[in-house]
């Protein structure tokens, strides 16, 4: 997805990139250690692919080999990345650091985005926040998991809300937040009312 | 994989015009003049002391006491098959030959070997010792798409 030949996903499963335009990278300053293969962008740096645009205050990236692909990348501070799927979607992150890998194992193509650090995904009229946030780039998934409670929280946009619809906000006696409570564990089978008034009717009335 | 640099010292070797470069570790240049076709090779250590790990020529070069002036600079890596890596092309450049080091304040481009990437930028320092480059203005990778492989997926 990344980079091209270095970091375009290889794979038949979901082909990233219809795009033969280049990758390219920019930077004020740059450091390679060719002996090591790995390289640090350092200050404004801005990547433009064909499937995302990156911006941070620092990469790093392990260079492959000639005609290999970029397996490992960081992005470190200011981290804002937009992207654009296959059926158009949009979506805007930002965190504190980036971590991009991508390897195959047993023909098995992983390939993946992990943020960290006030980490937060735009995803359509959602809003999610997380630690991390992982994009699955093969099946476009996006998993996040908290350090404590183990949730991801979704906030919808409140101004496309309002204006795609008409309707009336629905009426409830439930307390705040109740809403989305889970339903108690049962023993008994479906369709068995429990905890009803037996001298009580479905219809409300009381028998005499 | 990683590179075992030969911390030997470089080794120089060139055509020299002038005659004031000799065989061995760190030669100095003798006098002023002018050479054409200049490159210093640096190996592998062992068990790849044979095999180059990189090389560092110019079309021409000028010596200005322990550094040469060079024109049309051109650094070439090796891994330890021999296959050619990264190639770093420069049209000037200051080299010191005690230290290994070449620096410009001009345009410097990297690519790899078989085209498909490379870097350009201004103003850049190279270290042969450990194969270190910095390039400090205007730094702009591109990296050409490449085919597709199959996963099996």
């Known amino acids: 997805m990344l980079v091209g030949d270095w970091l375009h996903a290889q794979t038949n499963a979901v082909a990233m990139s219809t795009s033969h335009a280049p990758t390219i990278?920019?930077?004020?300053?740059?450091?390679?250690?060719?002996?090591e293969r790995?390289?640090?962008?350092?200050?404004?740096?801005?990547?433009?692919?064909?499937?995302?645009?990156?911006t941070c205050e620092e990469m790093t990236a392990d260079l492959p080999q000639s005609g290999g692909q970029i397996n490992h990348l960081v992005a470190l501070t200011n981290v804002v990345m937009d992207s654009v799927d296959e059926k158009g979607q949009t979506k805007h992150a930002t965190s504190d650091k980036a971590i991009y890998d991508y390897n195959v194992v047993n023909g098995v193509t992983n390939e993946t985005v992990t943020l960290t650090g006030n980490a937060k995904v735009k995803d359509g009229p959602?809003?999610?926040?997380?630690?991390?946030?992982?994009?699955?780039l093969v099946n476009h998934a996006i998993h996040t998991m908290h350090a404590e409670n183990?949730?991801?929280?979704?906030?919808?946009?409140?101004t496309s809300a309002l204006v795609n619809t008409n309707a009336p906000a629905t009426k409830t006696n439930l307390p705040p937040g109740t809403a989305d409570l889970p339903l108690p564990k049962t023993n008994f089978p479906p369709g068995t009312i429990q905890n009803i008034d037996k001298n009580t009717t479905q219809s409300g009335t009381t028998t005499q | 994989?990683?590179?075992?640099?030969?911390?030997?010292?470089?080794?120089?070797?060139?055509?020299?015009?002038?005659?004031?470069?000799?065989?061995?570790?760190?030669?100095?240049?003798a006098t002023t003049g002018h050479a054409n076709d200049f490159s210093s090779v640096e190996y592998f250590k062992p068990p790849h002391q044979m095999l180059m790990a990189s090389r560092l020529s110019?079309?021409?070069?000028?010596?200005?006491?322990?550094?040469l002036l060079i024109k049309q600079l051109k650094l070439e890596t090796f891994d330890t098959n021999g296959v050619p890596g990264l190639i770093v092309k420069a049209p000037n450049c200051v080299y010191d030959v005690v230290h290994g080091?070449?620096?410009?304040?001009?345009?410097?481009?990297?690519?790899?070997?078989?085209?498909?990437?490379?870097?350009e930028g201004d103003g850049f320092l190279w270290r042969q010792t450990d194969h270190f480059l910095t390039i400090s203005n205007n730094v702009q990778t591109v990296i050409e798409p490449g085919p597709k492989k199959k996963t099996g997926l």
């Open chain 1, 126 to 136: 959602n809003w999610m926040t997380g630690e991390p946030i992982t994009f699955n």
């Open chain 1, 38 to 54: 790995h390289a640090v962008y350092r200050s404004n740096v801005r990547v433009d692919d064909p499937q995302m645009k990156l």
């Open chain 1, 150 to 158: 183990e949730s991801m929280i979704i906030y919808q946009e409140t």
């Open chain 1, 25 to 35: 990278i920019t930077s004020e300053r740059a450091d390679f250690d060719l002996a």
């Open chain 2, 58 to 67: 110019g079309v021409e070069a000028q010596p200005q006491g322990q550094l």
């Open chain 2, 101 to 119: 080091v070449a620096n410009s304040p001009g345009h410097v481009r990297l690519e790899t070997a078989d085209g498909g990437s490379h870097v």
């Open chain 2, 1 to 29: 994989m990683k590179k075992m640099l030969n911390n030997a010292g470089v080794i120089l070797s060139a055509v020299v015009a002038l005659g004031f470069f000799t065989g061995g570790v760190c030669a100095q240049p």
